[in-house]
């Protein structure tokens, strides 16, 4: 079935600093979806995109659908202590064909935000 | 708006019994999914139900199973538990017909011992 690669698995940056993670497929994706959980919770849609080549903002979150539509890009900005959690990418698979209420997910990068 | 509820929030059972976990969609959604998030295996899809009607299914055993109710409130019941079962189970609603967006409940926490 189709997978979801995400990178890094896991990130140590301190207050203030830029974060970057990707994922990646190999297949194609119509819709990327990036979702933060925080530990014994469920997972919180930031940002969804639909397009290729399309870029969406969510405040400090900046995500953007690939060009060739097989990987999508999370950037934070200035991070801060309550960035930290999971980061997952997602999507629905089977481009093109049925994939009722089916999200496939990567993962997961792991953000840690040093004071 | 009131977001995805799941009753029980933690649960423990013992190898053999079963187990109905619930979930209230948010108000207007009709399709309800179902996930199990473990450490070793991440998210891995269920079932989708809408209308009252399970659409998609993922590759679980028969142990697992669902239904939805005219309501839209969804439960799952998983049978003959295995100490593998022990996982966060995860429910999420969309409109269905709009995009792909998924919103989740804060999850069930089962344990089998």
């Known amino acids: 079935g189709q997978q979801l690669n995400q990178s890094p698995q896991s990130m140590f940056i301190q207050e203030g600093e830029d974060v970057s993670m990707n994922c990646t497929s190999s297949s194609i994706f119509n819709t990327w979806l990036w979702y933060k959980q925080d530990p014994g919770e469920g997972p919180v849609l930031l940002i969804a995109l639909y397009k290729a080549g399309e870029l969406t903002s969510n405040g400090r979150l900046t995500a953007q659908f690939g060009t060739t539509r097989k990987d999508s890009f999370l950037n934070i900005s200035a991070s801060i202590p309550s960035d930290v959690g999971i980061y997952f990418c997602a999507g629905p698979p089977n481009a093109g064909g049925t994939s009722y209420g089916k999200l496939t997910f990567g993962q997961g990068t792991i953000l840690t935000v040093h004071p | 708006k009131a977001g995805v509820t799941q009753t029980p929030r933690y649960l423990i059972k013992t190898r053999g019994q079963q187990v109905t976990l619930s979930c209230s969609p948010i108000?207007?959604?009709?399709?309800v999914s179902w996930y199990q998030q473990t450490p070793g295996q991440g998210l891995q899809f269920l079932f989708e139900?809408?209308?009252?009607?399970?659409?998609n299914k993922g590759n679980f055993p028969g142990r697992f199973s669902g239904r939805q109710f005219s309501n839209s409130r969804s439960e799952m019941n998983v049978s003959t538990l295995e100490l593998g079962d022990s996982a966060l189970y995860l429910c999420?609603?969309?409109?269905?017909?709009?995009?792909?967006?998924?919103?989740f409940g804060p999850g069930t926490r089962l344990t089998v011992l």
């Open positions: 139900y809408f209308s009252e009607t399970q659409r």
């Open positions: 999420a609603s969309s409109l269905a017909r709009v995009r792909n967006e998924q919103f």
């Open positions: 108000s207007g959604h009709r399709s």
